[in-house]
């Protein structure tokens, strides 16, 4: 029995050649070459269960971002998928901008490391604009959309481009949990123990 147990543990024991690790010694130019690569690139999933076209996934999203260069997508696994960009602008552009879906799905890119795989990135977080409505007029300042924002998860940023604040609702970019619904509004204080509900959108 014993000879047995240790027959096998030997098929588990990597040989001395199995052991070695590939690339210590490498070139830096190799390295750089790498990482001039991966900053074109974007690795996205699908938030979906049901199966769906993916030529017309394609066709769809070359539709909707209206690229200047070309840009080569690869599916790699179920509902995941590597974006080879071909200009860096175009590339910020996507990543910047506003959420992108397909068939009403959710579609989260992001960056990829040099050490990572595809398989590896996690996708659970995306940038969002949302609104909120009605916010009180002596409200609406950086301080609070700050607290607002982290309160949702993170806060980014949000629009300023109405200074005097006389819009129907406000404009906040955060960081979600995709795998949360989003909440419907926030409760914020507006002085004299006073407080007001928010509707988000």
């Not at 602008?89 to 799905?105: A, M, Q, T, V, Y």
């Not at 604009?129 to 301080?143: A, C, H, K, T, Y």
């Amino acid at each position: 029995m014993e000879d047995d147990l240790l027959k096998d543990w030997e098929k588990f024991k990597l040989t001395d050649d199995e052991n070695k690790v590939i690339g210590v010694n490498g070139e830096i130019e190799d390295v750089d070459e790498s990482k001039e690569q991966l900053r074109l690139v974007l690795v996205g999933k699908l938030w979906t269960v049901k199966t769906f076209n993916v030529e017309a996934m394609k066709r769809t999203l070359l539709g909707i971002w209206r690229l200047d260069d070309n840009v080569a997508i690869k599916m790699v696994d179920t509902n995941l998928f590597v974006f080879q960009f071909f200009s860096e602008p175009d590339k910020n552009r996507i990543i910047e901008g506003s959420l992108w879906f397909f068939d009403g799905k959710l579609l989260v890119l992001k960056d990829i490391q040099g050490g990572e795989q595809p398989s590896e990135v996690v996708f659970d977080k995306s940038p969002m604009w949302i609104r909120l409505l009605d916010v009180p007029f002596n409200r609406r300042n950086s301080s609070t959309m700050y607290d607002i924002g982290e309160s949702l998860g993170g806060f980014l940023e949000f629009d300023d481009s109405d200074p005097l604040g006389w819009s129907e609702f406000m404009r906040l970019k955060i960081i979600v949990d995709v795998r949360k619904p989003l909440r419907r509004g926030v409760f914020i204080a507006t002085g004299n123990s006073q407080s007001k509900w928010i509707d988000i959108k």
